[in-house]
């Protein structure tokens, strides 16, 4: 346990280190699922994620929405006033609370966050959540990696297919696009993989590309495809 007796924070409730991760978390995402939490609690079981929940919820940290969506009826764990207080002490970014959510961009939101969670199992690095990357890019990722190392990988997942005349408006944004050494993305239907592969495969890009199915990552420590041939991106925890 980190926490001490914090009144102002948890009231009765002495946070632990996984608390105050899942606070920011949310904080930086918006919201998160039941789903989300299970890699967080050694054993991932249900009925001990869902203890803790209402131990958060107790401390005024937390509150539950349900939302009827495409996924179907689902819970969505969202910051309260107080909670995003302390979301915002614990980020390195001042992010605006949103008061409610966009249902259409829900299911895509659900995966960014998984990606980020399933990312932080196998390499060691700082994320920058979308709402912090506004300003700073023509297009904004779903999330930017950032290694000790100053390399910066932007992350997107890909879960439809886009025209051919916007996947190459996307490369050629990218291509001239500073600060960013890696595009990923991680295409979460066979046929989004197959397209992307199509597109980069058309002529030489100027920063490096990396394809991955969602379904390989989840699973496993798969070889990216690149243009220029497979790449190892997770043999090590960050790259020098």
């Known amino acids: 346990r980190v926490g001490v007796l914090l009144d102002r924070w948890g009231g009765d409730v002495i946070l632990q280190a996984r608390d105050l991760d899942i606070v920011q978390l949310c904080y930086e995402q918006q919201f998160l699922t039941v789903d989300h939490l299970l890699p967080l609690f050694r054993g991932g079981q249900k009925d001990v994620v869902l203890r803790r929940i209402k131990k958060l ?3 005024g940290l937390i509150s539950v929405e349900k939302a009827h ?9 969202r910051l309260t006033k107080k909670g995003n207080q302390l979301g915002a002490m614990r980020s390195a970014y001042d992010l605006p609370r949103a008061h409610s959510l966009d249902y259409r961009t829900l299911e895509h939101d659900t995966l960014v966050t998984t990606l980020r969670l399933r990312l932080r199992e196998l390499w060691d690095f700082t994320w920058v959540p979308e709402r912090a990357l506004k300003d700073r890019y023509e297009i904004v990722p779903d999330g930017l990696v950032q290694f000790a190392s100053g390399l910066a990988f932007a992350i997107e997942v890909e879960n439809s297919m886009k025209g051919a005349t916007r996947q190459r408006a996307i490369l050629d944004t990218w291509d001239r696009t ?28 100027r920063i490096a590309y990396a394809l991955l199915r969602w379904e390989e990552l989840v699973a496993g420590h798969p070889v ?17």
């Open 224 to 240: 990216a495809w690149s243009p220029k041939g497979p790449l190892p991106l997770f043999e090590r925890r960050g790259f020098g």
């Open 178 to 205: 500073a600060g960013v050494q890696m595009v990923i993305f991680v295409c979460t239907k066979p046929q989004v993989f197959d397209a992307w592969q199509r597109y980069l495969t058309e002529g030489p890009r």
């Open 57 to 59: 919820q107790a401390a």
């Open 69 to 77: 969506v495409s996924m179907g009826r689902t819970s969505l764990l």
